[in-house]
């Protein structure tokens, strides 16, 4: 969590590596970039997963992954990417990377046009 404050004739701003101090249109510009980053943080942690080494894209995968499993999407179901990008905390080029990859390997149909579903018997019968 960060602080913002002011300081005599000046601002300082304190977090967990310690503070500085700012002129007015540093700390207008430190506290707008704090803003983003605090609202984005929720995001971050809790809905794509903590490991730093893995990518955006891997986490989306290994997430539709999970619900896939878990049956939350079935057979036929239409994946659309700004839902997904809800869902998950992320933007929509993650999950159309993801998507690609999944599709590849056969766990997803890709329709020209028509988007993504979930593969299924009847659906790769059909493609």
Same mark, same amino acid.
């Given at each position: ?72 999407? %079935? ?14 905390? %992320? ?37």
């Amino acid at each position: 969590m960060h602080s913002l404050m002011q300081d005599g004739d000046g601002w300082r701003i304190s977090g967990p590596d310690g503070s500085v101090r700012l002129s007015a249109d540093q700390a207008v510009l430190m506290a707008q970039h704090i803003l983003r980053i605090e609202q984005d943080e929720p995001a971050a942690r809790g809905k794509v997963g903590d490991d730093a080494s893995e990518t955006l894209t891997q986490r989306v995968i290994r997430l539709i992954q999970a619900d896939l499993g878990s049956g939350a999407f %079935v057979p036929g179901q239409r994946l659309d990417e700004s839902s997904l990008a809800r869902r998950y905390g %992320v933007s929509r080029t993650p999950v159309r990377e993801a998507l690609t990859q999944l599709a590849a390997s056969g766990q997803i149909i890709r329709m020209p046009r028509r988007g993504c579903r979930v593969a299924g018997a009847k659906l790769a019968a059909a493609e």
